[in-house]
């Protein structure tokens, strides 16, 4: 999946760890990822915690496709600092699933709360 993701490429995002409904990113700031008050525009954040979603709510090889998301911004994020996302299942089923995504910077801080639920469309990836 990742190999046919160019956004994700472009934001230099990579696989920390993926497991059964589970996946780790990590991605480090740059530059012209920052808004004119000189922090990390949200939509940065918001974009690793959505790849972190989708590869998550993806390992079981049945397509998955968000429907609903949101995210709580709890501190800047500058140019150089490395976040790291972690996705994590709560509850599926044969059609829906919802998972927590949790931003942290290279402190350990949590920067970010992600929430979204995505549909399983029940057809397998074709790799």
Same mark, same amino acid.
């Given at each position: 999946?990742?190999?046919?993701?160019?956004?994700?490429?472009?934001?230099?995002?990579?696989?920390?760890?993926?497991?059964?409904?589970?996946?780790?990113?990590?991605?480090?700031?740059?530059?012209?990822?920052?808004?004119?008050?000189? #922090? $990390?525009?949200?939509? #940065?954040?918001?974009?690793? $915690?959505?790849? $972190?979603?989708?590869?998550? $709510?993806?390992?079981? %090889? #049945?397509?998955?496709?968000?429907?609903?998301?949101? #995210?709580?911004?709890?501190?800047?994020?500058?140019?150089?600092?490395?976040?790291?996302?972690?996705?994590?299942?709560l509850n599926r089923s044969t059609r829906f699933a919802t998972y927590q995504v949790t931003v942290e910077d290279?402190?350990?801080?949590?920067?970010?709360?992600?929430? %979204?639920?995505?549909?399983?469309?029940?057809?397998?990836?074709?790799?």
């Open positions: 999946m990742y190999d046919h993701d160019p956004f994700s490429r472009w934001l230099g995002i990579e696989h920390v760890q993926v497991a059964p409904g589970r996946c780790v990113l990590r991605m480090t700031v740059r530059e012209e990822m920052l808004n004119g008050f000189a #922090i $990390a525009h949200g939509g #940065i954040t918001y974009s690793l $915690a959505d790849s $972190a979603l989708a590869f998550a $709510a993806n390992t079981y %090889g #049945i397509q998955a496709v968000s429907v609903e998301t949101g #995210i709580t911004h709890t501190r800047p994020v500058r140019a150089g600092d490395v976040l790291t996302a972690t996705a994590v299942e290279q402190q350990q801080r949590t920067v970010a709360l992600f929430k %979204g639920t995505v549909f399983r469309t029940g057809e397998a990836w074709e790799l």
